[in-house]
C-alpha cells in the first residue's frame, strides 16, 4: 500500500531536491556545464521537485500559505535553472 506524503514533507523534500541539484560538481573535464549528463541530472531533480509538489494546490483543504510555497518552489526551480545551465 501506498503511503501518502503530508504537503509540508513534500515540499522539505523539494526544497531539498533544489539543493542536491545545486551541489552537484560541473565537470571538470569534457564540455562543463554543457556536458550532457550534468545537464540531465540537473533537470531531472529539478522535475522531481516540481513533480514533488505540483498536486498540492488543487488539493482539498489546502490553505493559501501552502499554495504560496508552492509557487515559491517553482520560483526557486526556475531561478536555480537559470543559475546552472545558462
Do not use: C, N
Not at 523534500?13 to 556536458?35: C, F, K, M
Not at 541530472?41 to 494546490?57: E, G, S, Y
Not at 483543504?61 to 510555497?69: F, R
Request: hydrophobic letters at 40%; glycine letters at 4%; charged letters at 30%.
Amino acid at each position: 500500500m501506498v503511503r501518502l506524503i503530508p504537503a509540508t514533507e513534500r515540499l522539505i523534500r523539494a526544497r531539498r531536491l533544489i539543493q542536491q541539484a545545486r551541489e552537484l560538481s560541473v565537470p571538470s573535464t569534457g564540455l562543463g556545464r554543457s556536458d550532457f549528463s550534468y545537464i540531465a541530472q540537473v533537470k531531472d531533480l529539478f522535475r522531481q521537485a516540481k513533480d514533488m509538489v505540483k498536486f498540492i494546490p488543487q488539493t482539498a483543504g489546502v490553505s493559501a500559505e501552502m499554495k504560496e510555497e508552492v509557487e515559491r518552489i517553482y520560483e526557486e526551480v526556475e531561478q536555480a535553472t537559470r543559475d546552472l545551465l545558462y
